[in-house]
């Protein structure tokens, strides 16, 4: 075997590796809020301790990432695609994260309505989703204009976190809720806003493997 051959079978399985860490981030997002839809107490405590799955996922990631470097001396399309690789694997692990706390925040809610404290909830929840979904599809894919879109929407969700942010207070004065779960449901929201704004990074990183852009200054 050529080492051509070899080097692209190596970044074929490393595609291949990081799609599996993509879809296994999203399945958890999609899992935690059915769970707790369906008061689904054993699923949430499965996600509060799957984040040791995805670091371990991302430590071998990173691994392959920088054999290929320092081994195989990529040219520029290439190495955009692995480089971004090796940023876009921190991105995703920190979503992993972000997803246990939320599943640890809503065991202690004891699953409850999160359109209880705000009517603006379930479109974060459904946005959030959204854009990491496609963030990680148009990545793996290479689809500059979806990647694109995606830095775009922020803004939404951010919005979003306002509205939520507002709800949750004005329903404390008025001893709507107590002061333990606001904390906790304006946790949750910061969570997902978080989960966003990784969404935005992966985007920023799908620009950057197709262009060599990254924030509109040229790099590779």
Same mark, same amino acid.
């Given at each position: ?27 958890? @997002?999609?899992? &935690?809020?059915? !769970?707790?839809?369906? #008061?689904?107490?054993?699923?949430? +405590?499965?996600?509060? *301790?799957?984040? =040791? ?52 925040? @809503?065991?202690? &809610?004891?699953? !409850?309505?999160?359109? #209880?404290?705000?009517?603006?909830? +379930?479109?974060?929840? *459904?946005?959030? =989703? ?55 449901? &304006?946790?949750? !929201? ?31």
């Amino acid at each position: 075997m050529s080492p051509r051959t070899n080097f692209e079978n190596e970044l074929s399985l490393l595609h291949e590796n990081l799609e599996e860490m993509g879809m296994l981030v999203e399945q958890n @997002l999609d899992q &935690l809020f059915d !769970a707790q839809e369906s #008061k689904d107490r054993e699923t949430l +405590e499965t996600l509060r *301790k799957n984040d =040791r799955i995805v670091n371990d996922m991302e430590r071998h990631i990173e691994s392959k990432c920088l054999t290929l470097i320092t081994k195989q001396q990529p040219v520029a399309r290439d190495l955009r695609f692995i480089s971004a690789a090796l940023k876009v694997v921190t991105d995703i692990e920190r979503a992993g994260d972000q997803i246990a706390d939320i599943a640890e925040l @809503l065991l202690r &809610l004891n699953m !409850a309505d999160l359109n #209880k404290y705000s009517v603006h909830f +379930e479109q974060m929840v *459904k946005e959030t =989703r959204d854009m990491m979904h496609r963030a990680v599809d148009a990545f793996i894919t290479r689809n500059l204009e979806v990647s694109q879109r995606v830095i775009k929407d922020d803004d939404m969700v951010d919005d979003l976190f306002n509205q939520v942010k507002d709800d949750v207070i004005a329903d404390v004065k008025e001893n709507k809720v107590s002061a333990d779960e606001c904390v906790d449901t &304006l946790m949750i !929201a910061k969570h997902l806003e978080k989960i966003a704004d990784y969404a935005v990074n992966i985007g920023e990183w799908g620009v950057f493997q197709n262009t060599g852009d990254i924030e509109d200054i040229r790099i590779l």
